[in-house]
């Protein structure tokens, strides 16, 4: 697929045009004038000859070298088109004709139709609504852009047209080079998971950059991704994220966006690195490609001035890396050559009056430190020293350990800033660009550092959860009782608290009785979800006749607020006594499927959104560390001599919820809320337990 | 004092010399090249003529008319030069001459000498170790940077000479310009405050822009930013925030940078905008300075791509402003002739066909729209659009609201962002920068809508607090008994819970009589400030027999952990039941003195860090706001049915605290930890206290 998209015998171009100015007609000279050495065919029933070349009447009249289609008809006639490109056998095709799916209406009934011509006749489409395809070694720009990429290694692939155009205009100036662009458009057949793992295949590309939308389908996309940054980084900026950003991104290409909980969670569990601005997408991409990789968080500064020094530094610090300290030994060296009002720590401060040479000199001793794993050279301009000569000896280290050179202003320092980047040296305008690239550089360095592991999935008793939903289907209830939640849960290992149901006040006080009070009594209706805004919680009730009375009062309570719910009557449980409330949950996400929630139970997850996400199923270490992300984990780990609690009772707990869940995916919500967890060595409990179903099928 | 810097009838250059290169060339040449029409004077033992003009021996030679003098001579001879200056009523001096406090050793002797110098003569001094000034308007550039501001209305000031040379550098390719540019340095003697007045005062000075390693007196400068910010927005970037920054910072300048949760709250205290990169204080200044003020956070986008609207509207709303909703009069216009296929909600997305005309009709329509305080335009290069058309429309839009330009790309856009730039329209390369100065327009906006007032000081009964911090200063006694630090508290108002010392275990059983179990007991000695660590605190005593035991238990306990601690006894205390525990504090910070703190008391200060800061003395708006402004408010404001809390109560302590602190300057530390507040109308409580002073003057 890659060879016939990027490195076609031959291109055709169905609907050229001889009209400068229109898309046919621009995708037919981008074709000749950029060194493609294959065969270019335009396509038109009238014209004869377009730029040259000769024209066919229709795809029927193509020679057989054709690998690759760009189509650019009106809306209506490209299905047709299709149909034939595959009895010529032409099984690459991209569509930039736009009135599909983001016109709505009459597009969107085109697209479905597009989506069955390419599953009829298994024709690879790129499109529709998209800008077109670029091959920078290839010199192949099958695309109605205005302009071709440099070569470089960045791969880039977006899903607006417009960050394409406007990314592409901003590299030709900025000397930042791509192996292959892009455009995804409507992506009717090829998605970014397609393109991924192309872009992985290639040679050419060293780091995938991407603009998102929406992904078309999370689970595969995160099994993809989870593959390819094993070999290559993938720096992805995906918009959407507010509700803002949501509601534009659906009326721009009806793609519904998911909640940025899931894709923060889903990228990092695949190893994207996730940037959240289009210069960010820049200065990592850009570093990524040109450097090598930093082994640790140890950052080192050379410099010609303090200020920049600082600012530096105290980047470097925010972001979680952290200032080298420099052995003795090249401190020694440094101060043998430097002027003595140099400062020969980190940031390394040669001085403003320092000339070129010194950079050179002190990046060289500095770069050979072991205590130091990256390297940040910064320029001031200043009357002495020639940024070309700094430019140029930055470019000439030989250090196997990244460089990244922030040259500061423009005026004077432009030519130099371009020069380097020529040579492959990323260069920033202002330190802080820099060393966000050295943050995205050092997490990617980070999700290498872990081992690729399968999910861990707990064995559950599966026949105890197919029994119940079978009986909630058969009469198309959705919501469990209580007490089907809690024996899931048990089916899945998850210490739950006894408890006995009681449909009489005398049922109630014998089960107090045989669980030893005090005891909680919670009404049991699967038509009641929020229990305690209905008054259907006691906790601590002391004697089985006050839990009599309790069972009375609750259920009389109930029926006259909830009239119409059908009250099987209570549960009465044992009451779990101390140990620190905490909630684990899943929600269905309509793009990653299943999201398992963790959180310190009732204000922490209230009030201050104390939460950490992963999508499942997920891994013991995926668990571990849900736990252990909480802003609140120190309460867990134990504060003011307080015991830790059994954090790996939780762990246990989060793994054998997201195990329910990937063996039932019907699941489309659960709450363990409060999941309850005792001192280290004595579990976790279930004290609430809450779990719902998805519509069936078909089902409205 | 402008006008003797920046207009004066002639300025010297004391250390001028025939060597192209040096700095005592360069100035020279800088004041003759830039259209400075006063007369300049090069003083040079030695020389004849620099550059066409006679040089003059010495200082006393000059004639009457010089009001400043450039001082560019070895650092040994500046004092004296001062000193010569004086004589011939040269008042105005920049000192670029480096070689004092940033080397350390004797470098700082001679600074203290300049200093003294200034002192003695009343010569104003910028510098030493600085660029120089410049003013765009006067042509005067007294400086050796190469290059000269483009004119324009952005007052900068930096404490790095590095910064303002790279600062310099960058505006001149960009477009941005400067009405006045002046490089502080060692600031001995003018320092940002002073410069804050100066550019305040300034009639082509619309916004003042700095960078800053610290301020120099904090109070002074709180004083003057108040002021000036009603008059001008200012905007800083104020480096050394972290460890690393810091330390980089003191061995930079030998400043002393304060913590950073000083400068934050001092800041946002006195309407500084701060930034925290070179690029949002590029990005902020230039939205400052070209457009009219933001009226409201309601934001519309006029672009003719959907991805960079999407990304515009996340950015917008992840930085606490909205998108506005058009109204119907609005969107029905836009409709009337836009493509079929554009977007007439906001984003209004004219489509990547669209002429230029149609950007043109879509902005003043939408900038008509009362529910739109704020407009930005995006233009992605494509085909049929050409920039230099849009950008002509955009700059020649008449509305009072700001408009924001985007111009996405650099190739086939930089012309037409130049463009607008000269014409004073902001325009950037992404929109996230557009976003970012909004949201900075929109603080400056909320500052203007406050009232200034002066601070809140409530009347405490200061002859209490002076007999005990007397009596300390008798015996040298920093640290407060507990029964001490109650009283002050009390001085000020704050209501503090019951309590009775007690020697022996049967005035201890006493005193629980008196106050009525169950009773809380507190080791009382100034030794022991963390009581609990040494087991000094016992809760919830139910008898006076308890209470009896207890004592024996806890002194015996004390005296065998801390055997050199004077121990007078135990505080016998009522044992308040209910509320919340909160926790109200001071420390002194170097830069701005007493730093008042506000949290919510335990974990949330030790764990989640969850906190608030204001400089004292503050207003009882700034205590509502520090109780307000901790994530964990709404705890406070009541959850779950609990009732709310006497919040009132709280801004109460927290005024009283920052009373007392600005009555008694000597005060380092104080806690009130917990303040235990109740429901509303029931008051808080101080429940431990603790208290201490600075050394005296004078005492190591």
């Known amino acids: 697929m890659l060879k016939a998209f990027f490195n076609p015998r031959g291109v055709a171009v169905v609907g050229a045009s001889t009209k400068p100015g229109k898309v046919g007609h621009d995708i037919v000279a981008n074709l000749k004038n950029y060194g493609y050495n294959g065969g270019v065919y335009p396509i038109n029933p009238k014209a004869k000859e377009i730029l040259g ?102 791969g ?104 940025d909980a899931a894709y923060e969670a889903a990228f990092s569990q695949c190893g994207v690195l996730r940037v959240h601005t289009v210069r960010q997408l820049f200065n990592l991409a850009q ?3 040109r450097q090598p990789l930093l082994a640790g968080p140890a950052m080192a ?43 020969v720590y980190n940031p390394v401060d040669i001085t403003g009056g320092a000339a070129a040479e010194l950079y050179g000199r002190s990046l060289s001793i500095t770069a050979e430190d072991p205590n130091v794993d990256g390297l940040m050279v910064i320029l001031s301009p200043t009357a002495t020293v020639d940024p070309r000569e700094v430019a140029r000896l930055i470019c000439e280290e030989k250090t196997n350990k990244p460089i990244f050179s922030v040259l500061m202003g423009r005026h004077s320092v432009e030519e130099s800033r371009i020069y380097c980047m020529e040579q492959g040296m990323p260069a920033y305008d202002f330190p802080e660009d820099a060393v966000q690239a050295m943050a995205g550089m050092m997490q990617y360095r980070k999700w290498l550092n872990t081992k690729p592991k399968p999910p861990d999935l707990v064995e559950g008793k599966k026949e105890v959860v197919q029994g119940i939903i079978n009986e909630m289907r058969a009469v198309k209830r959705r919501e469990m009782s209580e007490t089907e939640a809690r024996e899931c849960f048990k089916a899945y290992g998850i210490n739950v608290a006894q408890s006995i149901p009681a449909a009489t006040s005398d049922e109630a006080a014998a089960a107090a009785e045989k669980l030893g009070c005090p005891v909680v009594m919670k009404i049991d209706s699967p038509a009641i979800s929020h229990k305690s805004d209905v ?83 997920i891994t013991r270490e995926d668990a571990d560390q849900m736990v252990k992300s909480i802003n609140a984990f120190p309460l867990l780990r134990g504060v003011r001599g307080e015991p830790p609690a059994d954090m790996a009772a939780l762990s246990d707990a989060i793994l054998s919820l997201a195990s329910l869940v990937t063996d039932f995916p019907e699941v489309s919500e659960a709450d363990i809320n409060p999941l309850l967890v005792l001192p280290r060595g004595q579990g976790a409990m279930a004290v609430d337990a809450r779990l719902s179903l998805s519509r069936p099928n078909g089902e409205e």
Not at 537 to 559: W, Y
Request: aromatic residues 6%; contains cysteine; proline residues 4%.
């Open 301 to 343: 500064i050379v410099t010609n001035s303090g200020g920049p020094g600082i600012i530096a530094a105290d980047s470097v610090e925010k972001l979680g890396m952290h200032m080298a300290g420099l052995r003795p030994e090249t401190v020694d060296e440094l101060r043998s050559f430097l002027p003595s009002i140099a400062s």
């Open 287 to 289: 570093a990524l490609a």
């Open 53 to 154: 070349l000769p024209v066919f009447k229709n795809i029927d009249q193509l020679p057989d070298e054709v690998d690759l289609a760009v189509v650019a008809v009106a809306p209506a006639m490209v299905v047709t088109s299709i149909y034939e490109l595959a009895q010529k056998n032409i099984m690459a095709c991209v569509v930039v004709s736009s009135g599909f799916k983001e016109v709505g209406g009459e597009g969107t009934q085109l697209e479905k139709d597009l989506a069955k011509a390419c599953q009829e006749t298994g024709v690879r489409i790129i499109g529709p609504n998209c800008v077109g395809i670029m091959d920078s070694f290839q010199g192949l720009n099958a695309s109605f852009a205005a302009g071709m990429p440099n070569k470089g290694h960045i």
């Open 156 to 259: 880039f692939f977006s899903q607006s047209g417009a960050m394409c155009l406007a990314i592409l205009d901003w590299s030709l100036d900025n000397a930042i080079g791509f192996s292959k662009f892009i455009s995804l458009g409507n992506k009717v057949d090829l998605t970014e998971t397609e393109i991924l793992h192309l872009l992985a295949e290639d040679e050419d590309t060293r780091v995938i950059m991407g603009y998102l939308e929406a992904v078309e389908d999370g689970k595969k996309f995160m099994k993809a991704a989870a593959e390819v940054t094993r070999k290559k980084p993938v720096v992805l900026l995906k918009s959407g994220v507010t509700s803002a950003g949501a509601k534009a991104a659906s009326s721009h290409t009806g793609a519904l966006a998911g909640a």
């Open 535 to 617: 008054g259907g919680v006691k906790v601590g009730l002391k004697t089985p006749d006050e839990v009599a009375r309790a069972f009375l009062e609750m259920t009389s309570r109930v029926s006259r607020l909830k009239p119409n719910a059908w009250v099987r009557g209570v549960l009465v449980q044992e009451m779990v006594q101390g140990g620190r409330e905490t909630i684990a949950g899943v929600t269905k996400d309509p793009q990653f499927g299943h999201l398992i929630m963790f959180g310190l139970g009732g204000i922490y997850v209230e009030v201050m959104k104390d939460v950490s996400f992963k999508v499942a199923p």
